[in-house]
């Protein structure tokens, strides 16, 4: 079984409920992905650090993986740890929901690791509508920070792909859908 059909058993196994549920973006919805199941499993969350590093280590430039804490925390971390043991290191980063309340008052960590102008690439484990992914372009642009595109754990298939990249991103997803349920 390869890495990626593995990760897919997990991600049937752990993160996908067929029930009715609100998703972030408002909308009803007949199913969910859970993706902190699988990118917090010992297993998917090392096939989920590996692949998002597959589908980034090509793309010129790339000096940061992050996002929308929590669903980017797991992500970012895991794909920050591929990129070391390949030899590639790119650091993580998470944006907070909020500033931060004392010290620095950040709406950033892992500052440190990143420039200004670096050039980044925003992770998250589920897209729908694409708002959660625009709102972690906006604050990460807002910080400084170039962002390049988005790689998601599962694209939901219901309008995220556009509306990224009507704000002139592109998406990759390690998984459609239609691909976690064929």
């Keep these: 079984m390869s890495e990626k059909e593995r990760l897919k058993k997990i991600i049937i196994e752990l993160s996908y409920e067929k029930r009715n549920v609100t998703l972030a973006s408002g ?3 007949d199913f969910y992905f859970d993706g902190k199941q699988t990118t917090l499993h010992p297993e998917g969350g090392y096939l989920t650090g590996k692949l998002f590093f597959d589908a980034i280590k090509d793309v010129e430039g790339v000096e940061g993986v992050g996002g929308l804490t929590l669903g980017a925390d797991p992500i970012a971390t895991a794909t920050s740890i591929a990129s070391f043991l390949a030899g590639k290191p790119v650091p ?10 004392h010290g620095t008052g950040a709406w950033l960590e892992g500052r440190k690791n990143l420039k200004p102008g670096s050039k980044v690439v925003i992770v998250e ?3 729908t509508s694409g708002g959660s992914s625009i709102k972690a372009i906006k604050r990460a642009e807002e910080e400084g920070l170039v962002v390049l595109g988005v790689v998601t754990l599962v694209d939901r298939e219901e309008g995220g ?4 990249e009507a704000e002139g991103y592109w998406l990759k997803s390690i998984f459609t859908k239609s691909e976690i349920l064929a």
């Excluded at 993580?92 to 309340?101: A, C, L, M, T, V």
């Design 27 to 29: 909308r009803q919805s």
């Design 92 to 101: 993580g980063f998470i944006i907070r929901k909020e500033p931060k309340g």
């Design 125 to 127: 484990d589920v897209v």
């Design 161 to 164: 792909r556009e509306n990224i």
